[in-house]
């Protein structure tokens, strides 16, 4: 069964360094997601991606993050300058339209200290 | 704006018995409605979806949902419940148009106790 897959399940970082979150989309879907979630709350919305765009992001995407498709199956979160609050676990999600269900990888477990 | 709430944070079950998990939502139009289940240190898995259709759907592990639409609710049931039920469950919607995100409910922990 195909699945969405990240990269790395566990990242630690000091306050300030960049990170790069990686994911593998499903490879026939076109819409890509990265949700973040505090310390098992609610999962929360960060940006969507189509067409090689932003299509929508949330006011916690802000201009310390971006998103980039590099090789057309990647699709990386990279957060510049990383801060406490930034500790959560980022999930990335794909889908197509045949599917109307988003599917999400497994997460990594970011920890800036 | 789409929104999901969760009442209850937590609902603790006798292994066994029936369970509900409930959610209700808001969006403009018919809503796409999703049950997930985050097991610890997991991912998020798709259990059910309510797109169109028959108000009642099955899903996964033997869970279901009824679409209430007078209600704005998409609970979350299942006859007998196992102590592997155990989780974080999350209600979504997303409006039907287009690419438009899902917005998750702030969940609800199931604990089965045997």
């Known amino acids: 069964e195909p699945e969405v897959t990240q990269t790395p399940s566990h990242q630690v970082t000091q306050m300030g360094q960049e990170v790069i979150l990686r994911c593998v989309p499903i490879?026939?879907?076109?819409?890509f997601y990265w949700y973040r979630q505090i310390l098992g709350q609610k999962v929360e919305f960060l940006v969507s991606?189509?067409?090689?765009?932003?299509?929508?992001k949330s006011e916690i995407f802000d201009d310390q993050f971006s998103v980039e498709r590099p090789d057309g199956s990647n699709f990386t979160l990279k957060i510049r300058s990383t801060k406490l609050e930034d500790s959560a676990m980022y999930f990335c999600?794909?889908?197509?339209?045949?599917?109307?269900?988003?599917?999400f990888g497994q997460g990594t477990r970011l920890t800036v200290v | 704006a789409q929104s999901v709430a969760q009442p209850e944070d937590q609902v603790n079950v006798a292994e066994g018995n029936p369970l509900t998990v409930k959610c209700t939502y808001s969006?403009?139009?018919?809503?796409?409605l999703f049950w997930y289940v985050q097991y610890p240190n997991r991912g998020l898995q798709f259990l059910l979806k309510?797109?169109?259709?028959?108000?009642l759907v099955k899903g996964s592990y033997g869970f279901e949902a009824e679409f209430n639409k007078s209600q704005t609710s998409f609970h979350l049931k299942k006859p007998s419940a196992l102590v592997s039920d155990s989780a974080l469950y999350f209600c979504?919607?997303?409006?039907?148009?287009?690419?438009?995100?899902?917005?998750f409910g702030k969940g609800t922990r199931l604990s089965v106790i045997a």
């Open positions: 309510y797109i169109t259709g028959d108000n």
């Open positions: 979504a919607v997303r409006a039907p148009s287009g690419n438009t995100p899902l917005v």
């Open positions: 999600a794909s889908w197509s339209l045949l599917n109307t269900e988003a599917f």
């Open positions: 969006v403009s139009g018919n809503p796409y």
């Open positions: 991606f189509y067409n090689n765009e932003i299509s929508e």
């Open positions: 490879s026939n879907h076109l819409y």
